[in-house]
């Protein structure tokens, strides 16, 4: 038979960049980059060119299999879907609805059949405890936007004079970001990059490179601001008109001088001075956060204010090249009614709603408290989709105590993650080329929402189902039929289209290799904000009736050789985990041989002068030690990263950094951990 090509998009990370899978024999036998994709213009990363790999992996999980007696044992579908429906409905029973938990993760953020699904079941079983990666990644600075613009603007670095990237190697995580940025500085249309980081990262030598102690970030933000305010390059007509609090905001930030700020962050006073009136002098301009690096602090959330008000005070919003808003693509909603609060409510009430909106997520972090100690209420039960929470979320020790003590665990997935084999059970969930849906670019990636009818390219390996069948079929089971009214792809691929006014003959036929939601003329929607005042907030009346501070104010991180001098003299180090490469996403593709020869075990970076310092050379398997925990890797000398930092990725079972993490310190609004700035030791093990 003769070899076929079908466009489609690729979601093992949220670039969802268009490729063409090649299919023999109904076998997938190669990808490649799609040239047409409006976003990734044929780019294609290590992980895409692995899919049929991925897709015919040895140790997938194949068919249903429940744990008898600590061991795996084969069962049918039936079977499989009687016993959750009968355990739900014991627990429901006998401790009420809230005692479920339904884990979303990472994947459900470019999946939305697997996300909507999973809040459907949870909405109609009546648990309010929807977990999902929001609860420690993104949406602090979703929250941090929308309490100040009322909306989410997003960055247009390709489109800038001047960028400034905080925290962020596009070359390893958002490569098709990187790649439009590399060609508007090659045209010359962006004059001035800065890059800031505890690492001198491959874009860096493109730019300007400020050196950051890690953790730092909003107090380097508030010196910037202190310099645009005191030499008066702020854009004093932009304020006047569409702000209120900026007269708070030029006492607040007098105390932030950008020497004393030198004493924090390391840069020195005169590169404060020169990036900020650098980016208040270059319209249009804008700050470019990396996914996680400003968020997993204890100060994320003002973080992502500051850098907010640094667009908002130099004029920088709603110009092409700025921070501008631009229509979202609706979609179809498969929430129902609201219920009762999800746990961490109370702890972080701002993270469950404000202003009458009302997020749909419980703050994942207090997850074990409520399975081990019962507060605020017991969780007995949790079902996992599309998510490995047992190695991602923080504290891992305690994670995987808290899910030994479920009564009933259920996990769909592809693999046998470290997560499933703590499960009772587990449901083979298909890859993304086993079943069709809708394939969308957040305008984060492009400036305008793309979407495209992500195509079914085989299908499924073994007994393998989509996860909006997995969560149909449970809930029939469990008497939910006439919310669950779907019976084949399209009934679901149309549903979610519906509201765009897109349509999937339109996406099959007209455009498969995709298509911008509106044209560029018609993209931005300047000066409406949401907010109570009707202006852009510059200070949080309500940050402020809710008990936090209404400007940003920098907070020292919890553990370092400032808040906890005597700690530091035994923890010296400065450790920040994350790191990314790409052939991995987070926890996934770890057993694919291609993959994995490329990458074979996971490596801390050291600064050449830190390794002398302690005996050790690169190559050397170190410990990494933590006042929650010990792990082992092995060490990688690294010129460009800064002296007395450890730097370790994250996402490996082996030598999973979550074992050194601690969910116990928190973001007080958003519950987000601490997890870029801890203090370590290490030693050649």
Aim: hydrophobic share 35%.
């Amino acid at each position: 038979m003769a070899e076929k090509v079908i466009k489609t998009d690729c979601i093992l990370c949220i670039n969802s960049c268009g490729i063409n899978a090649y299919v023999e024999d109904g076998k997938l036998v190669r990808v490649e980059g799609m040239p047409e994709h409006g976003v990734s213009e044929g780019y294609i990363c290590p992980r895409g060119k692995a899919l049929p790999e991925y897709v015919y992996a040895e140790d997938r999980i194949l068919h249903p299999m429940k744990k008898v007696e600590g061991e795996w044992q084969r069962i049918s579908w039936d079977e499989a879907l009687d016993t959750i429906a009968e355990k739900l409905k014991e627990v429901k029973e006998k401790y009420g609805a809230k005692a479920l938990a339904v884990y979303s993760g990472s994947i459900g953020t470019e999946n939305i059949e697997l996300a909507g699904f999973a809040q459907r079941f949870r909405g109609v079983y009546g648990t309010p405890n929807l977990l999902s990666v929001e609860g420690n990644c993104f949406r602090s600075r979703i929250m941090a936007r929308q309490m100040t613009f009322g909306g989410y603007p997003i960055e247009e670095p390709w489109n800038s004079k001047c960028a400034v990237i905080w925290g962020q190697n596009m070359d390893n995580s958002r490569a098709t970001i990187g790649e439009k940025v590399y060609k508007a500085m090659d045209a010359g249309t962006l004059e001035h990059l800065i890059i800031i980081d505890p690492k001198r990262i491959p874009m860096a030598k493109k730019g300007i490179y400020i050196r950051i102690r890690p953790g730092t970030d909003t107090a380097l933000m508030l010196a910037m601001m202190n310099v645009i305010i005191e030499e008066k390059l702020y854009d004093k007509g932009f304020i006047e008109k569409n702000t209120i609090g900026f007269d708070k905001l030029v006492e607040h930030v007098k105390q932030y001088t950008p020497e004393e700020v030198e004493k924090i962050t390391w840069v020195p006073a005169e590169d404060t001075r020169k990036i900020a009136r650098i980016f208040a002098k270059n319209k249009p301009a804008a700050n470019v956060p990396g996914t996680c690096s400003i968020d997993q602090h204890i100060n994320g959330f003002q973080g992502n204010r500051a850098l907010a008000l640094l667009q908002i005070i130099t004029g920088n919003v709603d110009i092409p090249g700025s921070w501008v808003s631009i229509p979202f693509i609706r979609l179809g909603d498969l929430r129902v009614t609201e219920i009762s609060d999800p746990i961490g409510s109370d702890e972080h009430p701002l993270f469950r709603r404000f202003w009458g909106r009302t997020s749909p997520y419980g703050q994942q972090m207090l997850f074990a408290k409520s399975v081990l100690e019962g507060r605020p209420y017991p969780i007995k039960a949790m079902i996992v989709n599309g998510g490995n929470p047992a190695v991602t979320l923080p504290d891992t020790k305690r994670i995987h105590e808290a899910m030994r003590k479920l009564d009933f665990m259920v996990v769909m997935d592809l693999f046998m993650t470290e997560t499933a084999k703590l499960a009772d059970m587990i449901l083979p969930a298909c890859s993304f080329l086993e079943k069709s849906g809708v394939g969308y670019v957040y305008g984060v990636n492009t400036g305008i929402p793309y979407a495209m009818l992500r195509k079914k390219v085989i299908e499924p390996v073994g007994e393998s189902w989509p996860d909006w069948k997995i969560w149909t079929e449970i809930g029939r089971r469990m008497g939910y039929e006439e919310f669950f009214p779907w019976n084949t792809e399209e009934e679901v691929v149309d549903f979610f289209l519906k509201p765009s006014g897109m349509t999937r003959e339109q996406l099959e036929k007209e455009h498969p290799e995709g298509m911008f939601y509106v044209d560029d003329e018609h993209k931005y929607q300047s000066g409406i904000y949401r907010t109570p005042s009707g202006k852009i907030e510059i200070y949080s009346e309500t940050l402020r009736e809710n008990g936090y501070d209404p400007l940003p104010k920098f907070i020292e991180p919890s553990q370092s050789p400032i808040s906890t001098p005597e700690l530091a003299k035994k923890f010296p180090l400065i450790l920040t985990t994350g790191s990314r490469i790409p052939q991995f996403t987070h926890s996934q593709l770890r057993t694919i041989p291609s993959l994995r020869k490329e990458v074979p075990e996971p490596l801390a970076e050291i600064n050449p002068e830190t390794a002398s310092h302690y005996g050790i050379a690169d190559g050397d398997m170190i410990s990494i030690e933590t006042i929650k925990g010990t792990i082992q890797m092995k060490a990688k000398t690294e010129e460009e990263l800064a002296p007395g930092i450890v730097s370790i990725p994250h996402g490996w079972a082996e030598a999973n950094s979550n074992y050194l993490t601690s969910h116990d310190t928190r973001d007080p609004i958003t519950g987000y951990t601490e997890m870029k700035a801890l203090l370590c030791r290490i030693k050649k093990a």
